[in-house]
């Protein structure tokens, strides 16, 4: 028994054995010079003094399943070994070195002034660990609620540390090969190498938090409440692996570089809207679920490929390229959600069938690789389409419709080549390119709704064997004067031409549409059919019927001159 707190209490080695009990009654403070050995089946009655521990090469331990004290400083090389120690207060570590190998709980706070700590097993500090000196070695598990490492302290982690709050201080937090590194607040450490392959360093704060502008491996950023809360970059930043947004959770790159070298997963909002500076890069991303947003000013490249397997993908307003492919997968849907900052594909864009969906409100959209349309929703909004940079095919199984323009870019052959066999593509806005280099393909069926002639700049190719090519807007419409596979004018309106046509397979005039051919020359080599209540108005021009077979001639004045030629039954419908 220890009745007194007055006077010096040193001991070598102290053993309290099975019965035998150590009653510090008098509150005092006790210094251990050797080992201290507690055994299964004795009384440890710690009192509320500091245990300082200065020993050589000494030993805490003993078969008790824990031990209760005060406050421990460390002063000597010592090592813990019983299985369980509770700290009512602090631990504090002067110099030497203190390797642990147990389960230590510590109600308050631990500091590191010197020395060496090494934990092999767990250690739980419910308020704050502070470091101004020595070194920090975790081996098993720590957790902590604020972390302060100040130079010339030095943090090592080679298995998993939780920081529940701040990460803070001017030294130097490193994470070992497979460790894992858990931080609840903002991270602000002057040094945090987190290269290690592999590693993973996850912020997981309820609240809005800084991420260290650093060196990562693996990187993990989730809100822990999954309230959206917001975690911004402090410095630019690179990931040598996969990077990951959880849902529920933004990521805000904010003015810095963001560069990832591995796989990024976005199930929460990539949220890149700042106005100045910072340009992220990312390799392949998997979209499900998730959002890349931000301001018009936002720079994302994605040189890798964007798919969506397993949920739906946002792409908000942001300055984006995909270097890659981009891929809806069947019953997912890809959603364009604002018309802010540009959005470039560079790489072929595919939805799939039959269930994948389309949906742009209004963006205007540049693409350089094709547009593959098999899935059941193809909402394109009344941006632009361009294609630009390569030649390409609007493609698919799948009927799909532009509300707005479609330009085909300097130098490119756009194709339609999609196999929709009842109503193709759709094109209600102005279909043209970008200057005379320009040419459009068309392979399939295409029906144009606009008022002005189609590719007035470039070149409009409609002769491909079995392709349909329909002037169908309710109202006029220049028709490009060219050679047609099939033709059709529909709907209402004069459909005019505006240079000498020729049709060498089907030619259909049907609804209210009226065919207006000034003096252009209108040459049908193939089968007509005329159901349209409207008129056939000519001028001082050839309208030939030369096809080998039979063909209706439609009823009309023909002002110029009417050629019959080829073979076959020539009828007239009516009076002509």
């Not at 007055?6 to 009990?21: L, P, Q, R, Y």
């Not at 959002?291 to 993908?313: E, F, H, L, R, Y």
């Not at 890809?334 to 470039?344: M, P």
Request: include cysteine; charged fraction near 10%.
């Amino acid at each position: 028994s220890i009745i007194d707190v007055n006077g010096t209490k040193i001991f070598g080695d102290v053993t309290v054995e099975n019965g035998g009990s150590w009653l510090n009654t008098g509150n005092s403070g006790i210094t251990v010079s050797g080992d201290l050995t507690v055994n299964t089946g004795a009384v440890f009655t710690q009192g509320t003094g500091t245990y300082t521990f200065d020993g050589t090469n000494k030993t805490i331990g003993g078969t008790i399943a824990s031990v209760t004290m005060q406050y421990i400083e460390i002063d000597g090389t010592i090592t813990n070994n019983l299985a369980v120690i509770n700290l009512n207060q602090d631990l504090t570590l002067t110099s030497g070195s203190f390797d642990n190998n147990g389960e230590i709980n510590i109600a308050d706070d631990l500091f590191g002034n010197g020395g060496a700590l090494v934990n092999n097993d767990d250690i739980d500090v419910n308020d704050d660990a502070r470091f101004t000196s020595g070194s920090i070695t975790n081996n098993g598990t720590f957790e902590v609620n604020d972390m302060v490492v100040d130079n010339p302290a030095a943090y090592t982690n080679n298995d998993t540390t939780t920081i529940l709050a701040t990460l803070s201080g001017t030294g130097t937090l490193t994470q070992g090969v497979n460790s894992t590194l858990y931080i609840g607040g903002n991270s602000t450490i002057a040094t945090l190498n987190a290269s290690a392959n592999p590693n993973t360093v996850e912020y997981n704060g309820n609240g809005n938090q800084t991420v260290s502008g650093s060196t990562y491996h693996h990187l993990i950023v989730r809100d822990g409440n999954s309230n959206n809360s917001s975690k911004t970059l402090g410095g630019n930043a690179v990931v040598n692996g996969d990077f990951t947004v959880i849902a529920s959770t933004n990521f805000d790159p904010y003015t810095y570089d963001f560069t990832v070298s591995g796989n990024s997963t976005i199930a929460g909002i990539f949220d890149d809207d700042n106005a100045a500076g910072g340009t992220s890069n990312l390799q392949a991303v998997d979209l499900s679920g998730g959002q890349i947003a931000g301001g018009q000013s936002g720079v994302v490249i994605v040189n890798g490929n964007i798919t969506m397997p397993t949920g739906d993908g946002t792409i908000g307003n942001v300055n984006l390229t995909v270097n890659g492919t981009a891929t809806v997968a069947d019953s997912r849907t890809l959603t364009f959600a604002g018309n802010g900052g540009s959005k470039t594909f560079i790489g072929k864009v595919t939805i799939d069938g039959p269930g994948g969906n389309w949906v742009n409100t209004n963006e205007v959209l540049e693409f350089q690789g094709g547009l593959e349309f098999n899935g059941t929703t193809f909402t394109s909004g009344t941006g632009t389409y361009t294609f630009t940079t390569n030649n390409q095919a609007i493609s698919g199984s799948s009927a799909m419709t532009f509300s707005g323009g479609v330009t085909v870019g300097s130098g490119v052959n756009l194709t339609n080549d999609n196999t929709e066999a009842a109503s193709g593509v759709t094109i209600n806005g102005y279909l043209n390119g970008a200057d005379a280099t320009t040419t459009f393909t068309n392979e399939g069926i295409l029906n144009y709704n606009y008022a002005v002639e189609p590719m007035n700049n470039g070149t409009l190719d409609a002769g491909y064997n079995g392709n349909t090519f329909n002037y169908n807007r309710a109202g006029n419409q220049n028709v490009a004067g060219i050679t047609y596979h099939n033709l059709g004018m529909m709907n209402t309106g004069n459909k005019t031409l505006q240079n000498s046509t020729t049709v060498n397979n089907a030619f259909t005039l049907s609804d209210a549409a009226n065919i207006v051919c000034g003096t252009n020359n209108l040459d049908l080599n193939g089968p007509v059919a005329y159901t349209s209540v409207g008129t056939l108005t000519t001028g001082a021009n050839i309208v030939t019927y030369g096809r080998t077979g039979d063909q209706d001639i439609i009823n009309a004045t023909y002002s110029g001159q009417l050629v019959v030629s080829g073979s076959g039954d020539k009828s007239l419908l009516n009076d002509a």
